[in-house]
T-cell receptor, first 108, second 119 residues
Framework: DAKTTQPNSMESNEEEPVHLPCNHS???????IHWYRQLPSQGPEYVIH???SNVNNRMASLAIAEDRKSSTLILHRATLRDAAVYYCILSLNNDMRFGAGTRLTVKP | DAGVIQSPRHEVTEMGQEVTLRCKPI?????LFWYRQTMMRGLELLIY????????DSGMPEDRFSAKMPNASFSTLKIQPSEPRDSAVYFCASSGGGWGSSTSGNTIYFGEGSWLTVV
């Protein structure tokens, strides 16, 4: 199984950018990089995904290293509502397995 | 669309009783997933279906657990007999899109979960 490594926790101040790292040194050429987040007492929700190129959407940006062995989820301006567990997942044939993720705390 | 619908939202049952969790995926989605989440083990993939056929059930903890998908709009996860260690939040999720060979880029949509307590 391709695996990811994320810090257990991170802190950010409200209104500041947040960079959430993910290492995936064993990624294969066909693995997509997905990011989900889980707010308290809710199911995970999709944030963003990509294959090789950097991606932007209304929620976040995804920066993928040239060798694809790491990626970074960027929240441009953290809000209190962004406090959640963020999961970085490599998907192979829709087999989506979640690791422990990074617990993001946003301080007012 | 109403999203992935799970029932019951909360259930408290006694050890030894049968528990049935239900899921209605998003219409048109051809993948359905069952996950279990506990503090100790995090979010675990139990089983997933493609076009109503189980593809990988390696995450099902033991024979007390079974999952079925009789049609494209309904799935059940059954625990019989239930034990206190089965207490967890059970999530159903679905995805789809008919990508052909490019299947790894699709989004998974989760339900709100079924909160199970076995006493």
């Amino acid at each position: 199984d391709a695996k990811t490594t994320q810090p257990n926790s991170m802190e950010s101040n409200e209104e500041e950018p947040v960079h959430l790292p993910c290492n995936h040194s064993t990624i294969s050429g066909t693995d997509y990089i997905h990011w989900y987040r889980q707010l308290p007492s809710q199911g995970p929700e999709y944030v963003i995904h990509g294959l090789t190129s950097n991606v932007n959407n209304r929620m976040a940006s995804l920066a993928i290293a040239e060798d694809r062995k790491s990626s970074t989820l960027i929240l441009h301006r953290a809000t209190l509502r962004d406090a959640a567990v963020y999961y970085c997942i490599l998907s192979l044939n829709n087999d989506m397995r979640f690791g422990a993720g990074t617990r993001l705390t946003v301080k007012p | 669309d109403a999203g992935v619908i799970q029932s019951p939202r909360h259930e408290v049952t006694e050890m030894g009783q049968e528990v049935t969790l239900r899921c209605k995926p998003i219409s048109g989605h051809d993948y359905l997933f069952w996950y279990r989440q506990t503090m100790m083990r995090g979010l675990e993939l139990l089983i997933y279906f493609n076009n109503n056929v189980p593809i990988d059930d390696s995450g099902m903890p033991e024979d007390r657990f079974s999952a079925k998908m009789p049609n494209a709009s309904f799935s059940t996860l059954k625990i019989q007999p239930s034990e206190p260690r089965d207490s967890a939040v059970y999530f159903c999720a679905s995805s789809g899109g008919g990508w052909g060979s490019s299947t790894s880029g699709n989004t998974i949509y989760f339900g709100e979960g079924s909160w199970l307590t076995v006493v």
